[in-house]
């Protein structure tokens, strides 16, 4: 379908169990997730915010409602049916970059696709590293080794790596959480020319200048929805509060 979301969450949530006590981590999150958005989730301090991630990443599952990735209820999958979801739709970028400090930059990014698009040439891969490298600005570095790099050099070789695997979403969890402000702010560019490009990508921050970036602003408290909004409403309302 045209209009399919490319991730449903329908009532999630999610209760952790734990030496016999309870955490109620998520209530009945209700969130779509469309092609093109770029959605920032931030809050508080144990809101929430990095189990809903792992929820959308299919990294953990849901305790109660209904999730849907492009339209396939994810529900009562088996092990490996949820490993090829995930390994076909899902991007993950994380705070540390998880690089492999033994390979080049260029192996870094080939081998999930040496793994996973077994369908793929050695031509086939190499266009790919070669076009993921290149969206992020750092194709001139192919040759060399992780700790040959800035940190914000590392983060874009992560993004790239993400990229590489053409995935529905990208799910990035504190991007700059590792990096000073100057290399923080070009990850962020790199994130933001990707979605103007057309890259569906749903953040997690807390950083509130960082969360700006998004076009679409959905901000949790006690593991509940508070607010989502457009990053232009939330702006009008800030404009309306000021001169009330
Ligand atoms: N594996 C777990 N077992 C038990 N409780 C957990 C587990 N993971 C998270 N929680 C609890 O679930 C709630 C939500 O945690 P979560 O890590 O999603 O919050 P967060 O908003 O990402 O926090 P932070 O910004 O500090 O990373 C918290 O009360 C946390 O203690």
Redesign the pocket.
């Known amino acids: 379908m045209a209009n399919t979301p490319v991730i449903e969450l329908i009532n999630v949530s999610k209760v952790?169990?734990?030496g016999g006590v309870e955490?109620q981590?998520?209530s009945e999150i209700n969130l779509n997730v469309h092609k093109g958005d770029y959605v920032a989730i931030s809050?508080?301090?144990?809101?929430?915010?990095?189990?809903?991630l792992?929820l959308m990443g299919l990294l953990d599952d849901i305790t109660e409602g209904c999730y849907k990735i492009e339209g396939v209820d994810t529900q009562s999958l088996d092990l490996d049916t949820l490993a090829e979801l995930r390994n076909l739709h899902i991007g993950f970028i994380f705070q540390s970059f998880n690089l492999i400090d033994e390979l080049s930059v260029f192996d870094n990014v080939a081998l999930p696709l040496i793994y996973r698009e077994q369908s793929l040439s050695q031509q086939g891969i190499a266009d790919r590293v070669h076009k993921a490298l290149s969206q992020v600005e750092i194709a001139h570095r192919a040759d060399h080794k992780p700790n040959q790099l800035s940190g914000g050099q590392q983060q874009r070789v992560a993004i790239a790596r993400a990229l590489a695997g053409e995935p529905s979403i990208l799910l990035v969890d504190e991007p700059t959480g590792n990096l000073d402000s100057k290399n923080g702010d070009a990850v962020m560019a790199i994130l933001d020319k990707l979605n103007e490009q057309g890259t569906t990508i749903c953040m997690?921050t807390?950083d509130p200048r960082y969360a700006g970036y998004a076009k679409r602003q959905v901000k949790?408290l006690d593991?509940e929805v508070l607010q989502d909004q457009s990053a232009e409403q939330q702006a009008k309302d800030y404009q309306t509060e000021e001169v009330l």
């Open positions: 952790y169990v734990s955490t981590a998520l809050g508080p301090s144990g809101c929430g915010k990095s189990t809903l792992s997690v807390h949790l593991g």
